[in-house]
């Protein structure tokens, strides 16, 4: 008789204890007030347009480049942003030019070079880019065929 009456106890005592916790946890989430949502601010700021990368020394590495935008009310018409043009063969293309590459194809005997094509992934910063390069390099050691 005794352990029902300590049973009903730890009964009563683990039910009022989750009667609290809920009650807690309605009482948190009443309080909580939905933010208004924002309106939208009206713009006529247009978009930003970038000038090219140009570098700040040789013709290559850091730079800069320059942006500008229209409309009465923006705060900002022109900003500097800082930039990079890669000293590598993709200076060529452009630094703002991005390309997916194929696999670069087999060595041509005659000119003892290898060639692969890249199509226009995207063009960062309004830059003209050209949809499809073409890019070789040399094969470099080239096997001959041993005569027999």
């Known amino acids: 008789m005794q352990q029902q009456q300590q049973q009903r106890r730890m009964f009563t ?9 809920l009650a807690a946890v309605s009482t948190t989430e009443a309080g909580k007030k939905e933010k208004p949502e924002k309106k939208a601010k009206k713009s006529d700021c247009g978009e930003w347009q970038w000038s090219v990368c140009v570098p700040t020394s ?7 480049r320059e942006g500008t935008r229209t409309g009465a009310e923006c705060k900002q018409t022109t900003k ?18 991005k390309y997916q590459f194929q696999a670069w194809g087999e060595c041509d005997l005659n000119t003892a070079l290898k060639t692969r094509t890249g199509n ?3 063009a960062l910063h309004n830059a003209d880019c050209q949809k499809t390069v073409t890019i070789s390099k040399p094969c470099g050691k080239l096997t001959k065929p041993k005569p027999q």
């Open 120 to 122: 226009l992934k995207r």
């Open 80 to 97: 500097t942003q800082k930039c990079k043009i890669p000293c590598n063969w993709k200076k060529q293309f452009g630094a703002e030019c």
């Open 58 to 64: 040789g013709d290559c590495g850091l730079g800069t």
């Open 13 to 21: 005592a683990a039910f009022l204890a989750l009667v609290f916790i």
